[in-house]
Antibody, heavy 121, light 110 residues
Framework: EVQLVESGGNLVQPGGSQRLSCADS????????MGWVRQAPGKGLEWVAN????????YYVDSVKGRFTISRDNAKNSLYLQLSSLRVEDTAVYHC??????????????WGKGTTVIVSS | QTVVTQEPSLTVSPGGTVTLTCGLT?????????PSWYQQTPGQAPRTLIY???TRSSGVPDRFSASILGNKAALTITGAQADDESDYYC??????????FGGGTKLAVL
């Protein structure tokens, strides 16, 4: 069974940077789209970013474009999210997700437990 | 900007049936939006409930079903149980690689 384990979340000052990592214990990491989803305290889920299997295509929610960068290292079965120019409103639990495809429908099939980013002075 | 709409809260009696909906502020939900549903209890990571319109994830009871009803996606719980009390989120593909979650429905079983 695939497990996704996030790390790297911490307390950071506004304007600062942080790099989140997600380790995939499965054997087929390179075959899947991957993404990040966040949840601010007391709020709902927000899709943040996706990356194609080979890293050649990435997509972001408007609120993080130009500030966050998603990347992956298929040799290390790892996904990353570089957070820059952080704002208080970026405070959230960040979940790594693996996208699955079934009957031509995409969905978030595997979720990590999340890592917490707190942006505060 | 397209917003995905869900009922903020709903209540169902134990053993009752409830339908949660997922719509778009601009347009109708269709199969092209790849609707899927997720369940989250407090303090836990979300769990995938239903995808591919109406395919249940492994371990999801058959009292959960989904469909496209009119111009919205819908999640129906038939014979609700106490442990169905959770937050439920739908996820839709919008366009150009962009996905949007609904705001979530907090379901109470009372």
């Amino acid at each position: 069974e695939v497990q996704l384990v996030e790390s790297g979340g911490n307390l950071v000052q506004p304007g600062g940077s942080q790099r989140l990592s997600c380790a995939d214990s499965g054997f087929s990491f390179r075959n899947y789209w991957m993404g990040w989803v966040r949840q601010a305290p007391g709020k709902g889920l927000e899709w943040v970013a996706n990356i194609r299997q080979d890293g050649g295509e990435t997509y972001y929610v408007d609120s993080v474009k130009g500030r966050f960068t998603i990347s992956r290292d298929n040799a290390k079965n790892s996904l990353y999210l570089q957070l820059s120019s952080l704002r208080v409103e970026d405070t959230a639990v960040y979940h790594c997700v693996q996208w699955l495809l079934q009957n031509n429908y995409y969905y978030m099939g595997v979720w990590g437990k999340g890592t917490t980013v707190i942006v505060s002075s | 900007q397209t917003v995905v709409t869900q009922e903020p809260s709903l209540t169902v009696s134990p053993g009752g049936t409830v339908t949660l909906t997922c719509g778009l502020t601009s347009g109708s939900v269709s199969t092209a939006n790849h609707p899927s549903w997720y369940q989250q209890t407090p303090g836990q990571a979300p769990r995938t409930l239903i995808y591919s319109i109406n395919t249940r994830s492994s371990g999801v009871p058959d009292r959960f079903s989904a469909s496209i009803l009119g111009n919205k996606a819908a999640l129906t719980i038939t014979g609700a149980q106490a442990d169905d009390e959770s937050d439920y989120y739908c996820l839709l593909y919008i366009e150009s690689g962009i996905w949007v979650f609904g705001g979530g429905t907090k379901l109470a079983v009372l």
